[in-house]
């Protein structure tokens, strides 16, 4: 069975991010989630986080886990945004687990 993947473009960085999820248990993980940040205008938001937490929720996925591929350079990560998040709709605490295979990360 293939897994269901949503892939979400973050524009003014140029990342993707992505929830995955299982069609059977409707488990999910959401991989390098992105903080919006606006240095023009020193400002921080949660739009792209917003927007896999949209996908979470109209698919009813439970996600398991945060998964941070590398490290990020390019933006900040929404790993505890979407922690903090998840917990109000009623799931579990999902841990933010570190996939990187550099080694000097």
Do not use: K
Not at 34 to 54: H, K, P, Q, R, Y
Request: proline fraction near 7%; glycine fraction near 2%; hydrophobic fraction near 40%.
């Amino acid at each position: 069975m293939e897994p269901l993947v949503h892939p979400i473009f973050e524009n003014q960085t140029g990342t993707w991010q992505y929830v995955v999820a299982c069609p059977d248990t409707r488990q999910a993980v959401i991989i390098d989630p992105v903080l919006n940040l606006d240095l023009a205008e020193l400002n921080i938001t949660t739009t792209s986080a917003d927007e896999l937490l949209a996908v979470v929720t109209s698919n009813q996925y439970t996600v398991t886990r945060l998964m941070e591929t590398h490290a990020h350079a390019d933006h900040l990560t929404a790993a505890f945004y979407l922690q903090r998040q998840l917990l109000t709709l009623n799931q579990p605490e999902a841990p933010v687990c570190p996939i990187s295979t550099g080694r000097r990360i």
